[in-house]
């Protein structure tokens, strides 16, 4: 394997307070820390925050795996078939296929940093759901069409 000592992606120092932020369902909020256009669409970083009773939707990728790994907070986790409790520090990797449900049952607010590879059209999937749920028309084959996001 040749070494390569240039990057296609750019530098990004990210404030939180600058990025996009998205809703996405009852008491989730996705925030873009790094973009695709910044990893040349290999993927896309996010911070994403679960009020307490706020949860992540049961859901699967079609075409793009997810991690997730716990920065605050505690919340409970439905991976696939299995019930998990996790807590600060744990990481969850979810490949294209499974199905997974995340909920903050606690009192104080979740935060899980998230990386989607590849990130081609994970903004624009953000952006759609968040439209859809201001708007409170839902649009669940279209996400399904456009994203490849099933939900459950």
Same mark, same amino acid.
């Given at each position: ?5 240039? #990057?296609?992606? @750019? ?7 600058? #990025?996009?932020?998205?809703?996405? #369902? ?9 973009? /695709?256009?910044?990893?040349? !669409? @290999?993927?896309? +970083?996010?911070? %994403?925050?679960? @009020?307490? !009773? ?13 991690? $997730?790994?716990?920065?605050? %907070? ?21 490949? =294209?296929?499974?199905?997974? $449900?995340? =909920? ?5 607010? /979740? =935060? ?7 990130? !081609?059209? /994970?903004? !624009?999937?953000? /952006?759609?759901? #968040? ?11 279209? +996400? @399904?069409?456009? $994203? ?5």
């Amino acid at each position: 394997m040749e070494k390569n000592q240039t #990057s296609n992606k @750019e530098l990004v120092i990210s404030k939180k307070d600058n #990025s996009p932020k998205y809703w996405m #369902s009852k008491g989730e909020y996705t925030n873009i820390i790094v973009s /695709a256009k910044q990893t040349n !669409n @290999e993927y896309v +970083i996010t911070d %994403g925050i679960i @009020e307490p !009773n706020g949860f992540v939707p049961d859901h699967f990728h079609k075409w793009e795996d997810q991690t $997730f790994h716990i920065v605050e %907070g505690q919340v409970e986790a439905k991976i696939g078939e299995e019930w998990c409790q996790l807590n600060v520090g744990d990481t969850i990797h979810c490949p =294209r296929g499974i199905s997974h $449900f995340i =909920r903050n049952n606690g009192t104080t607010t /979740a =935060r899980l940093i998230s990386y989607i590879f590849p990130g !081609n059209w /994970a903004e !624009n999937y953000f /952006a759609e759901t #968040s439209k859809q749920n201001q708007t409170g028309l839902r649009d669940l084959k279209l +996400i @399904e069409d456009n $994203f490849g996001v099933v939900y459950i």
